[in-house]
């Protein structure tokens, strides 16, 4: 029997109820372009490929890509072709798999979620949908709106580029080792527009960063190496706010402005 890696984050998915529930949720048609991030031991990638006509895995561990090929290779079972590509989903270019946006699903790793969120961001032409298993709180903060307990940088850095829609909570007993914590499937669509335009994303990040790291100060303080009070006033947003009650777009409104000059003592 394989056993989970640590230094994976692997937790494998066992539950056939579970399973099943998310791939209904997923939907998948036979010609959809699917990309699987680490199936691990197979239990999504078998119901999946018998649905589909072909499936792209993207998968690290050499001893499940060892497992993968043993059970995908009886070929009295009808079912699609698997095509496995050895790779850290944080480096590969999904943009390389095929000619039209991606459907992409996984059990995620959560000590790489978040970064690989992000890297998934900056190929999003090439992606259609998302259905990811991630750490329940991770997709409260993702979800959350101006003034939600919840609510924090990750949900303002998310917001110009993702909709997002928490579909179902799933226990630990659901994968082997189980977690500590609870599972959120979730489903993530790249907007066809920006809601809102992000004239440098670079700004809009380190604005984002400084209004947040320390949740306590207004905006006039958490900001006053990046803008004036007055500056903040002119795009229409308070300086005695505090960040978490800021919407997305008025932070983006925030980032268009030019950077405060230098003050010379």
Do not use: C
């Amino acid at each position: 029997m394989h056993v989970a890696r640590k230094r994976f984050g692997q937790h494998f998915l066992h539950d056939p109820g579970v399973i099943a529930r998310i791939v209904n949720a997923i939907a998948p048609q036979p010609d959809d372009p699917m990309v699987e991030i680490g199936p691990g031991l197979g239990a999504i990638t078998l119901p999946l490929l018998q649905r589909l006509n072909q499936l792209d895995a993207v998968e690290i561990d050499r001893d499940a890509i060892r497992h993968l090929r043993e059970i995908t290779s009886d070929t009295t079972q009808k079912r699609g072709i698997l095509q496995i590509h050895e790779a850290d989903a944080l480096r590969f270019d999904f943009g390389s798999l095929r000619d039209v946006p991606l459907r992409l699903v996984g059990n995620l790793p959560y000590n790489i979620s978040t970064p690989l969120l992000f890297r998934l961001i900056a190929q999003r032409h090439h992606i259609h949908d998302m259905h990811f298993m991630l750490q329940k709180e991770v997709v409260a903060r993702m979800a959350a709106g101006a003034g939600d307990d919840d609510y924090g940088r990750l949900s303002v850095m998310l917001a110009p580029w993702l909709r997002i829609e928490p579909l179902f909570d799933i226990g630990p007993g659901a994968f082997r080792p189980p977690p500590r914590v609870m599972s959120t499937l979730v489903r993530l669509a790249p907007h066809p527009q920006p809601p809102f335009v992000i004239a440098d994303a670079q700004r809009f990040a380190a604005v984002v960063a400084a209004a947040f790291s320390q949740r306590r100060k207004t905006l006039r303080n958490a900001l006053k190496s990046l803008l004036s009070a007055e500056q903040i006033l002119s795009a229409g947003v308070d300086p005695g706010a505090r960040a978490e009650v800021i919407a997305p777009a008025d932070f983006a409104a925030l980032a268009a402005l030019p950077a405060r000059a230098p003050v010379h003592s």
